[in-house]
Structure formats: C-alpha cells, structure tokens
C-alpha cells in the first residue's frame, strides 16, 4: 500500500503544471508524459530547448528560444531610445556650445610661417579611416532606423534596394575601417600615453572651457580620449561586426544576439562620440582643419594648441642630422 | 476567416523525417535549406521526445517586426509570408525568431546571406499568380490556394503534425489527449501565440 502511494505521489510530482492533465486515466494504465520531457520545465531551466538533429546545420537543434522575443524588443523599443538620446543628445550639445562659446578663434592672428603636424601618410590613414567610418556609420543606421525614418519617403522598392547596396558597402568597407584602426593604434599609440600634462590639461578646462591654453604634446588630453574611443569603441565594432558577418562560425544563437546588441549600442556610443571630434576639428576651432588637410599648421595656432610638441619638434630640426649632436 | 497553425502531438512523433522531406520534395528547396526539421531531446534517453518544427506562423511575429525593410506580411489566414525581392539578407530574423525557422542561402562573399527562405504553409508567396511558374521558383508550391494543406502535415505517417485552422487542430488534438489519457501539449504554442491548448 506504501509502495502504490509513493508511486502515485511520484507520477504526481512528475508531471509538471504546463502538461495536458486528462481527466481519464491512461487506457494502457501507463502515463508516458509523466517521465517524458516538458516544453515549460525546459524552458524554466534554460529559456532555451535543444536537441538532436540529423542534419548537417547545428544550429537548428535549438528547437526553442523565447530569448529572440527579448532581442526584438530591444531592437524595436530600446535601440531608437539609445540612438536617439546618444545622437540627438550630443548634436543638441554641440549647438549649444556653439552658441555659447562660438568659434575657439586663434588669438594673435596667424604667424605666416608652418610647420608640418601630419605626414601624409598619418593624413591617410586618418582619411582612409575616416570615409569607412562614414559609410559604415551610415549604412549601420540605415539597418537600424531606415525603416522608421527612410522607408516611408521612398517607398519599399526604392527603400529595399538602397538597403541592399548599404548592406554590401557595410559589409566591404568594413575592411578598409580595420585596417585603418589598426595603423592610427600602431603608428599613434606612442603619443596617446596617458601622462602628467593631461591632468594639468583636464583641469584647466583644455582650453575649450576658458580661454586658457594648457600644455600639450603632439596631442592633447582630449584628443588622446579621442584615440582611445576609436581604437577601443572600433576593435569592439570590429570583433563583433566579424561575428555578424561570419555568422554562427564561433558563436550560438545568444552568441550573435550578444555582438548584435553590443555592436549596435557601442557604434552609436561611437557615432556620438566622433560628431564631437568632427565639430572641433572644422567648425569649432579656426585653423584646426588645416592638420589634416594640408598637413601644415600656423607657427601661432601650434604654440597655442601643442606648446610642448612645437619645442620638441623645433629642437629636433635645430639639432644636426645625423651623429654627433650637441648637448641640449 | 480560418487562423493556420501547426501542432506537433510530440508523443506520436517518431522521428522519422517524413515532413523534412515531404517538405523539399514539395517545395524543391535547394540544398542546405531546410524549412522543416525534426529535434529530439534527450535523445537516447528514457522520456526522450522528438518535435518537428518549423515557421510556427506566430501571431504578431517577431522577424516581420524587426525585419529592416519590413519585408514581410500575414495572410487573411493568419500565414506569415515575406517577399524575397524585398529581403536583404541581414539576418535579423534569425536573431528574433523563436524556432530558428528563417533559413538563409549562402551566396556572395564570406559567409555573408542571400535572402531568407522559410516555411511558407505551402501558400506560396507574393510573386505572380497564385500557382504561377514564377512564385514556385521563388517560394514553392502554393497548396493553400488549391484548397490543400502543408505537404508536411499531409505526410506525416502517425499524423503527430497537424495542420489546418487553430480550432479545429486543437479540438483534434484535446480529444486524443482525453481519449488515450495523456499528452505533452503544444510544443511552441506559448511562445508562438501566447496560449495553449487546454485539456
Ligand atoms: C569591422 C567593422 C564592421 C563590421 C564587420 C560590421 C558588420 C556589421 C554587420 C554584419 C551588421 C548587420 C547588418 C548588415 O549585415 O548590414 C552591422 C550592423 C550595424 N553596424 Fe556594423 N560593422 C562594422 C563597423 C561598423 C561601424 C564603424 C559602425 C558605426 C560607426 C557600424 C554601425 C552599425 C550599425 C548602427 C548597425 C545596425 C545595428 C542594428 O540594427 O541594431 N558598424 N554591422
């Protein structure tokens, strides 16, 4: 008697709350669902059901994955809210500082006499970087907010073609962009080491806030974190823009969900973060623009801007070729 | 109006693949594509289940709404069908779909996409005629049309796979239950449509 009431109490327990329970008792006298495996007891312990299949494509063994609902809200609700505050946030922010502080003017008028910041090679580089990053910031928004902000002024045929055309530059371009990343990290990383002057620098407001001109190298405390957002935000972007592209090579189904949202969230962190640097470099400083155009700065703005750069750079043109050079 | 479903009795499914093929046969899906499969869990092991799955057609479907050129549409039957010509291949709905149903050629340069294939309940899709040369080509048969159901279902040996309206393949599948004494429900219907099949 003990036997036959555990044994109904384990049938009971076995079968769990999301199971069909029938009012008859099973015509074999025998319940098979009672052992068998649930859909919900699953889904409870792994919000994920797998299994076996017989087919070459691993990842169609996954037969459930609730999470997908979870990734579609995030991209339907949340992505615009990030991008939106991100973007329209910071382009907000760069026209009130214009309107505030205005163009940072070079004081003293120009010097007539220049000297070269960027060979053209660094100018190429900085360029070649700059073009990808550009068509890849743009066809990257097209996938996330075309549809919302495109779609509707062009009509689907027009809108799905252009999408396909931004889908192939992204996809290109991507690798100029990583080349491009991995040469400013080789060839600047020398002149973006953290150091004393920049705290002086930051503190000082770097000269953006007040009118002061704090000391700098080759690049100031703010252009560093400049380079720090592209080589790290872009080796992000870039690593998991290589999972998306080669899909399910190396990682599962919550593996590309993961990169998407990351690769997603930290372009945007980036595309913010470059209409700063975009805005200083041509419209918010006078002459600024000429490092990367002709190479060539004014005598005047560098001292202003890279005082400690401008000795270095003067002392070493001073200083004999090759050999014996004198004490300094 | 009918509302299509799938339901798979995972306790008469014996994995025999018979949807699987029945589908390519019907649909002429290239190699590598596979809009029907066949999982077993915990195979080999007591309690063991095995579940065909495909498209489940799902109510407010999550890839028509992340889709970035908004490519897809529901049927008056509640099928949920996209158009190839508009699909850029990306991939989203692959990432939002619950059941991995969206299934992708490889085409093109790395392991990049071209357009989604996927289960369309045998109802064709946008292009041409209905039962045209030209929307076989791009999206398979159209049996909907001709009063017929998913080959799949239509095939399937221990008729485990039902197919046809909500109503009716529920009311099937409650009178099983009750009359044998058991079942383990309807695999994906929460996720699906948000409900179940009650007993
Ligand atoms: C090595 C570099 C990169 C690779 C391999 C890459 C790859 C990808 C891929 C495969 C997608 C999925 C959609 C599609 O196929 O078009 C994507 C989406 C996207 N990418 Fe990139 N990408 C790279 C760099 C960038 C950069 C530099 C930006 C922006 C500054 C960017 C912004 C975006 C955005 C905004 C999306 C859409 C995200 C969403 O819809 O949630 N990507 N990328």
Redesign the interface.
Known sequence: MRIVLLAVLALWIGTSP???????????GF??????????Q?LQALDR???????P?K???????????I??DY??SWLPWIGGVLVLGTLAALAVFYFVRGRIRLEGGRSGRTILRFTSFERFMHWLTAFSWLVLALSGL???Y??RLV?PLIG??A??RF??LA?YSH??VAFPFTLGIVLMFLVWLRHNIPDRTDVEWVRQGGGIIGHAHPPAGKFNAGQKAVFWIVVLGGAAVAVTGYL??????VTD?AG??LA?VVHGVVALMMIAAMLGHIYIGTLGMEDAFDAMATGEVDLNWARAHHSLWVEEELARAARPPSGAAPAE | MARMKFLCD??RCIDC?AC?TACKNANEVPW?I?RR???????GK??????S?ACMHCTDA?CA???????FYTTADGVVLHSK????????C???????APQYPRVG?????GKMDKCTYCAGGPEGEDGSAAEFAKYGSNRLAEGKLPMCAEMCSTKSLLAGDSEVIAQIYRER?????????A??W??AYRE????
């Open positions: 999301g199971q069909a329970q029938p009012q008859n008792a099973p015509v074999s319940n098979p669902t009672a052992s068998s495996v649930s859909e919900d699953l059901v797998t299994g076996r299949v017989s087919i494509d990842k169609s063994a996954t037969l459930e994955q609730p999470a997908g609902r990734w579609r991209h339907r097209n996938v996330a075309g549809r779609l689907e045929d809108f799905s999408s396909q889908k996809n290109f998306l592209l080669f899909p399910f090579y189904i590309q969900q998407q | 995972a306790d693949n699987v590598g596979n499969r066949v999982v077993t869990i915990n195979d007591p309690g063991e289940r095995s579940v799955m999550p709404a992340v889709c970035p050129v908004d490519c010509d508009l699909c850029i291949g990306c991939g989203y692959f990432y939002a779909c619950p059941f991995g340069n790395f392991g990049s996409r239950v009750q009359k044998r004494g058991y079942g383990s429900g695999w994906g929460k996720t179940t099949v009650d007993v």
